[in-house]
């Protein structure tokens, strides 16, 4: 799955056609935060419509956008100069990136609902909110993601971590619920939620902690693992995709998480492979002709 002729269309509409492509969708320095003063009028720029038709995309067929796109919501009533400049940023990244596809097995060797959690504490200095990001994946690609602010201030990294569980686990029910309606079925096994912190494994776990004050509504993991819909499981940072929903990341990092979401091979690049892999291969009439010579010689 691919939007690629939209792409193509953002890219006219905002007259980019030619432009430089870009590695990352914002640049490493970029602020999660609301800097621009509210009392001042935003300039005569079509902002808004770039960042509205992003969005779409980062809800569709583009997860990797998707932190990129959290951001640059943040400022529709505030946006500069610059911010547009940015927007236009993740256009170029597209272009870059326009071969890259939502692929799904149907004999895939996980057919249940896997998940991933992260957090990034404390993302926006103005309010101390953390930032939370999942992905969910069914047939080896993912088919629901997220990323946005928590809706509370945490104190510390664990309860971060804690919370983005919790509101993953939420989206995870839902879609066992589908699942189960589609198949007119329970599902036999309980969806395997990955995170990187293990403290919010033990706190799921009921382990006792000094997180008595987390608001009652992330404990639903609590409940959603003592009824066997879930299960916790630790992942390393290094190989959890939901990092990707949390923070701005450098290009190699990135581009190992993609990798394992989406199909980044160009179709340019599978063509070459299987005209090379075809050019290794000596064709049978070859092979006739040089035993024929090799009898001859004999």
């Given at each position: ?202 706190v799921g776990n009921m382990a006792t902690s000094k997180m008595r004050h987390i608001r009652l509504r ?81």
């Amino acid at each position: 799955m691919s939007q690629k002729h939209y792409i193509n269309t953002l890219l006219d509409k905002f007259h980019m056609q030619d432009c430089k492509t870009a590695q990352t969708p914002l640049p490493m320095g970029f602020k999660d935060s609301l800097e621009a003063n509210e009392n001042e009028e935003p300039p005569d720029l079509p902002y808004r419509s770039l960042v509205g038709s992003l969005l779409h995309l980062s809800t569709t067929t583009r997860p990797d956008i998707a932190v990129a796109c959290s951001m640059l919501t943040r400022r529709m009533s505030t946006y500069t100069a610059t911010d547009f400049s940015t927007a236009k940023r993740v256009l170029r990244y597209l272009k870059g990136t326009i071969h890259y596809t939502l692929c799904f097995e149907a004999k895939h060797r996980h057919n249940d609902l896997v998940a991933y959690t992260d957090a990034s504490f404390a993302s926006d200095p103005a309010t101390g909110r953390s930032r939370t990001g999942y992905v969910v994946n069914l047939a080896g690609g993912p088919i629901s993601w997220c990323s946005r602010l928590q809706r509370h201030v945490t104190t510390a990294t664990a309860e971060a971590e804690y919370v983005a569980v919790g509101e993953g686990m939420q989206e995870v029910i839902y879609l066992r619920q589908l699942q189960e309606e589609l198949l007119d079925a329970p599902l036999p096994h309980a969806t395997t939620v990955h995170t990187d912190n293990q403290p919010a494994i033990a706190v799921g776990n009921m382990a006792t902690s000094k997180m008595r004050h987390i608001r009652l509504r992330y404990h639903l993991t609590r409940e959603c693992i003592a009824d066997n819909i879930a299960t916790l499981k630790y992942i390393s940072t290094k190989d959890n995709p939901a990092d990707l929903f949390t923070k701005l990341l450098d290009k190699q990092t990135m581009i190992h998480h993609i990798s394992t979401l989406l199909n980044v091979e160009s179709s340019q690049q599978v063509t070459q492979a299987s005209s090379t892999e075809q050019s290794t291969r000596l064709p049978l009439t070859t092979r006739d002709n040089s035993s024929a010579r090799q009898e001859k010689l004999l």
